[in-house]
């Protein structure tokens, strides 16, 4: 259960995440569908955890607006001017690419993509919170399904 356990906090791990742990629980003598049930747990744990985690955190920076503090509502007005120009530059692309684009985002298993970034980036880009959800899990889906079949063959 040890092994276990590791492998699903390392899925966690901003740039990390399921679909390298793949690799490490088989290096400690898990097989493949232990090693991708776990991910699979961790990618459904880690999408929800970060689209309410963003959401909360834009609540808490928006409650600033209102805050007595002259520090707090610089912040707030710092970010909102960054967020909304982020998202104005970018209004383009998402109407174009959107949901699908922020999945192929996800899935691609390269270092500074992923369900952290993809989160990220959703929260950014205005993307509705199910839809981000949605590409988040179906991308960390198709990220385990890449690097597992690639695990299957070093294998």
């Known amino acids: 259960m040890f092994r276990e356990l590791i492998v699903f906090l390392l ?6 995440e399921a ?8 290096s400690m003598g898990l097989d493949i569908t232990t090693c991708i049930i776990i991910a699979v747990l961790a990618v ?4 929800t955890m970060l689209v309410t985690a963003m959401d ?3 609540r808490v920076l928006q409650g600033f607006a209102y805050s007595r503090y002259h ?6 007005e ?4 960054y967020v909304l120009n982020v998202r104005k530059r970018v209004s383009k692309y998402v109407e174009r690419y959107g949901v699908l684009g922020l999945t192929i985002f996800v899935a691609v298993p390269l270092p500074a ?5 993809g989160a990220l980036a959703a929260y950014l880009l ?10 988040l899990v179906v991308g960390g889906m198709l990220s385990i399904i890449i690097t597992s079949s690639m695990a299957t063959i070093v294998e």
């Open 56 to 58: 909360v955190l834009d």
């Open 113 to 117: 993509t992923g369900i952290w970034t």
């Open 71 to 76: 520090v707090a509502r610089k912040i707030h």
């Open 19 to 26: 679909r390298y742990a793949i690799f490490v629980g088989l």
């Open 78 to 81: 710092l970010y909102s001017r």
């Open 44 to 47: 459904l744990t880690l999408s």
């Open 11 to 16: 899925s966690l791990l901003p740039s990390f």
């Open 126 to 135: 205005g993307i509705d919170r199910r839809k981000a959800w949605i590409a």
